[in-house]
């Protein structure tokens, strides 16, 4: 989201909130890995009819794509006006929405020809952007899910989202999955599993170390962007300004620990 830096006393509450989570976080294992723009500031992703679509952000910078997944190639680009910073997208029948920073506007496109049908506005920041089939859902860098109707754009009702009690800020780049939202948290390697009945956090997945040290791009570099393939249950994940895409499998706490109990050593 913000590209403001952040300071070592935020990482270092930041972790420390993390780490006081109810949950252990499941890991990972990565099942492919394929080529991603490294000058994208990715902001939402979603994959649809086999390819990824995602919002690039950043003013002078921000666009609407489609990309081949297994080239990173750009196939279709529409590039928004220079004062405009881009930020999540979800699809809705056909056409792409899709949401912006601090200008208070989102947009609605046909998904074929990216051919702009409409704007609608909003009275707070826009970050991540979703869908459950019924209603939009969409982040502002808070604690609060809205979830709005996706024909006026409308607030229906919203959660608060909290992990054993306690208030889960910073929610970015959203995609809903098995009933769940999953939910990057800006400027961490985790993502929250969130109930959307209630906003409590069901669980955590892992991601520390999954680009390679020697491939990251800075400290603006983090972990954003979460695409679903719901035909072939895939999950894909990337971040800002990343070399390279990740299809991933989520490796349970529960399975973790049962394999590593099988393998101890009994006395």
């Not at 002078?60 to 680009?77: D, I, K, P, T």
């Not at 952007?129 to 006026?152: A, V």
Request: hydrophobic fraction near 35%; proline fraction near 4%; glycine fraction near 8%.
């Amino acid at each position: 989201m913000r590209i403001f830096p952040i300071s070592r006393s935020l990482a270092l509450l930041l972790v420390s909130c993390l780490g006081a989570s109810a949950f252990a976080a499941d890991s990972y294992r990565v099942v492919n890995t394929y080529s991603h723009d490294p000058t994208a500031f990715t902001q939402g992703l979603i994959f649809l009819d086999g390819h990824l679509y995602e919002s690039t952000g950043e003013s002078g910078h921000s666009s609407l794509r489609m990309v081949y997944l297994e080239s990173g190639r750009v196939l279709q680009n529409a590039p928004l006006e220079d004062k405009y910073f881009a930020e999540g997208l979800t699809n809705w029948g056909s056409t792409l929405i899709q949401l912006t920073w601090l200008s208070h506007i989102g947009f609605v496109y046909d998904r074929f020809s990216f051919r702009l049908l409409r704007t609608f506005n909003y009275d707070y920041e826009g970050w991540g952007l979703t869908q459950d089939g019924q209603n939009l859902i969409e982040s502002d860098g808070s604690t609060t899910l809205r979830f709005l109707d996706p024909k006026t754009f409308r607030e229906v009702r919203r959660v608060e989202v909290t992990d054993g009690g306690k208030p889960v800020e910073e929610l970015n780049e959203l995609e809903y999955i098995h009933g769940e939202i999953y939910a990057n948290v800006w400027h961490t390697d985790r993502i929250a599993r969130i109930s959307p009945d209630s906003g409590h956090v069901l669980g955590w997945i892992d991601l520390t170390g999954l680009l390679p040290t020697d491939r990251h791009p800075g400290p603006e570099g983090v972990l954003n962007g979460i695409a679903y393939d719901a035909q072939h249950d895939r999950l894909f994940v990337t971040g800002k300004l990343w070399p390279l895409l990740f299809e991933i499998k989520v490796i349970p706490e529960k399975a973790k620990s049962a394999a590593t109990s099988q393998n101890t050593p009994r006395h």
